[in-house]
């Protein structure tokens, strides 16, 4: 990515921190809060907070060319109270450094031992995506769990899409306002280490006109980079499932990621998955007959 890119997107980040943030969260006295226009810390007070001059902070959060240290970007997220998620995003963009260690091949090809290891998993929906959140491949079970991903090439194979855009990702997710926003906090990582991609720019472009509520959830600049976290589903064969998501970088330099899906062992999700799978099994066989 160019340093003007990666400084502007950092700029952007401590920008909405610094608009989240409220007065009193920081610490600071009660007076004259009442008056105040400014939603969030001024500039000034994240100066004062985190004890490096205003001049400076704010030309780092207008993207101008400075260097920072790692002493002052440990202030910094401690200011903004930032998680382990976001503390790894603040010092990503800000150290051009870390740029060369993200994968630049992105491969659309799917190795015969990835083919192999979705197979082998007839008891978990799994399925692998590139870096851009687009399916790649997927096991039976994922089809019968998350539907049709579509023709290759098309904006349903993306699971940023399908989850803002299909209508029946919404009755089916229970807690799918969280769900948008794990995921697009996962999907606003991998934007910030490939901001000199133009494809992002279009994709992002396009789902603001398209979805009210991506614009919203974008424009509020969440961050999560955890690999698991569980998902409540309504199906419309087997009823509630409750599964947690690994999701896995796989090792090739393909920017490729597997997300296997596992059930809650004590509720019953892992029976009424495992009877989805055998339908699943007896479809298919039946179909080959």
């Known amino acids: 990515m160019s340093d003007d890119q990666?400084?502007?997107?950092?700029?952007?980040?401590?920008?909405?921190?610094?608009?989240?943030?409220?007065?009193?969260?920081?610490?600071?006295?009660?007076?004259?809060?009442?008056?105040?226009?400014?939603?969030?810390?001024?500039?000034?007070?994240?100066?004062?907070?985190?004890?490096?001059?205003?001049?400076?902070?704010?030309?780092?959060?207008?993207?101008?060319?400075?260097?920072?240290?790692?002493?002052?970007?440990?202030?910094?997220?401690?200011?903004?109270?930032?998680?382990?998620?976001?503390?790894?995003?603040?010092?990503?963009?800000?150290?051009?450094?870390?740029?060369?260690?993200?994968?630049?091949?992105?491969?659309?090809?799917?190795?015969?031992?990835?083919?192999?290891?979705?197979?082998?998993?007839?008891?978990?929906?799994?399925?692998?995506?590139?870096?851009?959140?687009?399916?790649?491949?997927?096991?039976?079970?994922?089809?019968?769990?998350?539907?049709?991903?579509?023709?290759?090439?098309?904006?349903?194979?993306?699971?940023?899409?399908?989850?803002?855009?299909?209508?029946?990702?919404r009755s089916m997710f229970v807690d799918w306002e969280d769900l948008a926003t794990s995921l697009l906090g996962h999907f606003r990582v991998m934007y910030g280490q490939h901001l000199e991609d133009p494809w992002y720019t279009e994709f992002v472009r396009e789902m603001t006109e398209s979805s009210p509520e991506f614009a919203g959830m974008w424009e509020n600049y969440e961050?999560?980079?955890?690999s698991r976290f569980p998902q409540a589903i309504e199906h419309p064969r087997v009823g509630s499932l409750n599964l947690s998501t690994l999701v896995m970088p796989v090792q090739n330099g393909s920017g490729q990621f597997l997300h296997a899906y596992t059930p809650d062992l004590q509720d019953g999700s892992a029976e009424l998955l495992a009877r989805l799978a055998e339908e699943t099994a007896v479809r298919k066989a039946s179909s080959i007959d």
Request: hydrophobic residues 40%.
């Open 6 to 169: 990666r400084r502007q997107e950092l700029g952007q980040f401590l920008r909405t921190r610094r608009l989240r943030l409220s007065p009193e969260e920081a610490g600071l006295p009660h007076t004259e809060l009442k008056r105040r226009r400014t939603k969030g810390l001024r500039r000034e007070e994240v100066s004062a907070l985190a004890g490096i001059s205003l001049p400076w902070y704010t030309s780092l959060e207008q993207g101008r060319d400075i260097n920072v240290s790692e002493q002052v970007l440990d202030s910094l997220a401690r200011v903004f109270r930032l998680n382990p998620d976001e503390r790894h995003h603040l010092h990503f963009l800000a150290n051009p450094r870390q740029a060369a260690l993200i994968p630049k091949r992105e491969d659309s090809d799917i190795s015969p031992s990835l083919h192999y290891l979705l197979d082998q998993m007839p008891l978990c929906p799994a399925y692998v995506t590139d870096a851009k959140m687009n399916v790649l491949a997927w096991n039976r079970l994922a089809f019968s769990v998350f539907g049709s991903f579509g023709a290759e090439e098309c904006r349903e194979r993306n699971m940023i899409w399908r989850i803002f855009m299909l209508p029946a990702y």
């Open 223 to 226: 961050v999560r980079c955890a």
